[in-house]
């Protein structure tokens, strides 16, 4: 089975900081892993996706996410916040093939001015 | 191309009444999902159906919830009699059969509020 830790249900960071959210993984076999955002009252939309290939994995409005099997972990950042960018963020796995996606918690980013 | 549809997009019920939720999804997709997520959680399976047949209903409370999906294409989520708990937005889901790395497209849900 597999299972999604989204460590911090809420950060906060400045406009032009830092965005990073954490992400931990388990699986028994190698993982398909995703991130997607939410905006208030809209369905998810997909960041980026790791899917055995490239382990630093761009995606849409500047974010990475790097895929590390020892740590087991799939970290999200992106370099510069903007105000734009205030969301829930879900962490995903799931395994080869046409399968569910297992979720985190979710992630709260707010972007202060 | 068009997204995921999903109607209605809000309704309010009061308990032990029944409520159906519809998803239509991308032309072509063959897997089609519907997840549950209550507030201030990720989302959660309900059901998969790959075409018209289910592939994985095992999170799916049998006694109140039901989905069909006719045909291979739209599909209905059903609860009868609503509970309490059953408050959450409903999202339907959609991806190609087959696809390496393949992606879920989402609705934008159904905002369920059972009072």
Redesign the interface.
């Given at each position: 089975a597999q299972s999604?830790t989204q460590l911090g249900?809420h950060v906060s960071v400045s406009e032009g900081a830092l965005v990073l959210l954490r992400c931990n993984y388990s699986s028994s076999v190698p993982p398909?892993l995703f991130w997607?955002v939410q905006y208030p009252?809209?369905?998810?939309?997909?960041l980026l996706?790791y899917?055995s290939?490239a382990t630093l994995v761009k995606g849409i409005n500047g974010f990475e996410a790097e895929f590390k099997k020892s740590e087991t972990s799939f970290h999200l950042t992106k370099p510069s916040a903007h105000m734009s960018d205030a969301a829930e963020y879900?962490c995903?796995v799931s395994v080869?093939g046409?399968t569910?996606?297992?979720?985190?918690?979710?992630t709260r980013l707010s972007v202060i001015a | 191309e068009a997204g995921v549809a999903q109607s209605p997009r809000y309704k309010i019920i009061e308990k032990r009444q029944s409520v159906a939720f519809w998803c239509n999804p991308i032309s072509g997709h063959a897997t089609l999902y519907w997840y549950q997520q209550i507030l201030g959680q990720g989302p959660k399976l309900l059901i998969q159906f790959q075409n018209n047949g289910v592939v994985d209903d095992s999170q799916l409370p049998k006694d109140r919830f039901s989905a069909e999906r006719l045909k291979g294409v739209d599909s209905t989520l059903k609860i009868q009699p609503a509970k309490l708990e059953d408050s959450a937005v409903y999202l339907c889901a959609s991806s190609l059969e087959g696809v390496r790395g393949y992606e879920q497209y989402f609705g934008p849900g159904t905002r369920l509020t059972v009072t």
């Open positions: 999604v249900s398909y997607y009252n809209q369905g998810l939309q997909l996706k899917t290939a879900f995903a080869q046409n569910p996606l297992v979720f985190g918690k979710g | -």
